[in-house]
């Protein structure tokens, strides 16, 4: 074991993760991986990923050399499918409004683009204090990953706002529960790299897991939780008068 | 300020941006019932007027260019306070749409799709018009065509049209005001 942990700590690491299988068994049954196949792959990875983590962090044999290059990996990968699932949640969106679907994509690129370069420039004038590469390289990886994520997700937070795009209720549920996970994780491995902090920064780990606890259970309220059935209610039309309308478009249309 | 630091309040102010839209989303469902009455009726002629290159062609024989230069700008002002109220009745026309597709009639499903997307794609139009505008602003001299927003908002007028018909027939539908 690399080190001894508290109960706490235990039960952060491993509980988030046996909700998110359970929650990926309910969401299997009920088809739910056909619409969503990146997130539902999604929850088995992280699942398979954070066991293999706490079994090298707990098995006597191995060292923190090992568990830091199979965190690199896992972070590599990762980092991939969560970005392909704000992909996917932008995808929901804009998917039956063609008129946004193109536009949306482009643009969704390009401020990937941005926020990459904009990654790369924090991450060139953050100074880690931790002298081992492998520790310092992979929190300095996951603030640049954060920093995309965090700004890819905020994107599409704003894309549905200004376009007043209805979410539907998974996807909004998704979309909530990662942006919570990443602004909080980027807020927090900004801090453990830059700075020496006490106990090995034990505080944001427990923090870390915490908030990740709490984005599943955000999933399992907003995909398993059936939505209230809104009452059917006919919109009111304005007051205004359509043969003078016509009228005055067909004038436009001589002209 | 040490760059972390300044990293932690991004993220606060990211996530502050997040839930805030989310709250305002979900208030905006709720009150969903009389949208159409916040559309603000347009006058399709003057803007017309405005976006016509034959009106500017004119101004700049009659004018001098310090004048011209005057004049422009204040047509540009004008066109983008109209271009605002484009996009801001396509936005609105957008949630009808949508909130027409959530109530599940199946009668009203194409015309409220269609509204969504001709909304979608004027008020998509309106603000890249609404950045040319500015750009013209900065250079007067240059010509561009906003025509294109007024051509859509006529097209999107009448898919409104064709949904509240369906939805009540007794009522007409006008998305603008007429002299």
């Keep these: 074991m690399l080190h001894s942990h508290s109960l706490l700590w235990h039960y952060l690491w491993l509980a988030p993760d046996i909700l998110q299988v359970a929650l990926a068994v309910l969401l299997y049954r009920r088809g739910f991986y056909k619409a969503y196949p990146v997130f539902f792959a999604y929850l088995i990875y992280e699942a ?13 044999w ?16 990762g980092g991939l499918v969560k970005f392909a699932v704000i992909g996917e949640l932008l995808r929901h969106l804009t998917y039956s409004r063609s008129a946004l679907a193109k536009a949306g994509d482009l643009t969704f690129a390009c401020a990937g683009v941005g926020l ?30 954060y920093v995309v994520q965090c700004g890819l997700i905020l994107f599409v937070f704003l894309l549905a706002a200004y376009f007043r795009l ?5 996807t ?3 979309a909530l529960g990662f942006s919570i996970v ?11 790299v830059s700075f020496a902090l006490p106990e090995n920064g034990i505080v944001f780990d427990l923090l870390n897991m915490a908030t990740y606890h709490v984005c599943v259970l955000i999933w399992c309220y907003y995909l398993l939780v059936p939505r209230k059935k809104p009452a059917i209610s006919a919109q009111p039309l304005p007051e205004n008068n359509l043969a003078v309308w016509n009228r005055e478009l067909e004038r436009l249309l001589q002209k | 300020m040490n760059l972390a630091i300044f990293i932690v309040i991004i993220a606060a102010l990211t996530l502050s941006a997040i839930l805030l839209l989310s709250v305002k989303q979900t208030l905006q469902n709720r009150q969903s019932v009389n949208l159409t009455g916040s559309i603000h009726p347009i006058d399709v002629e003057a803007f017309r007027n405005l976006t016509n290159p034959a009106e500017d062609e004119y101004l700049r024989r009659c004018l001098t260019p310090a004048q011209f230069r005057r004049v422009r700008r204040e047509r540009l002002l004008a066109l983008v306070a109209y271009v605002h109220l484009v996009a801001e009745n396509a936005g609105v026309l957008v949630a009808v749409g949508e909130s027409a ?8 499903a194409d015309p409220a799709r269609a509204l969504v997307n001709d909304a979608l794609l004027l008020r998509r139009n309106a603000t890249m018009a609404m950045a040319r505008i500015y750009i013209a602003l900065a250079w007067p001299n240059s010509g561009f065509a906003a025509a294109r927003v007024a051509d859509r908002y006529e097209q999107l ?17 006008r998305l603008s005001a007429m002299r």
Aim: net charge neutral; glycine share 6%.
């Design chain 1, 172 to 174: 909004f549920g998704i």
């Design chain 1, 116 to 145: 990459t370069l904009l990654a790369v420039l924090v991450a060139a004038y953050t100074t880690p204090h931790n002298p081992h590469w492998l520790v310092a390289g992979a929190l300095l990886l996951l603030q640049a990953t």
């Design chain 1, 48 to 60: 398979i990923e954070t066991f293999t983590l706490y079994a090298v962090d707990v098995l006597p």
């Design chain 2, 101 to 108: 597709l959530a109530g599940g009639d199946a009668r009203l």
């Design chain 2, 157 to 173: 007028s009448g898919t409104a049209m064709l949904l509240g018909r369906l939805q009540n027939p007794a009522v007409p539908v």
């Design chain 1, 62 to 77: 191995t060292t923190a050399e090992s568990y830091w290059r199979i965190f690199w990996v896992t972070l590599i990968i």
């Design chain 1, 182 to 192: 990443f602004c909080q994780h980027l807020a927090s491995r900004a801090v453990e």
């Design chain 1, 166 to 170: 209805s979410w539907d209720r998974a």
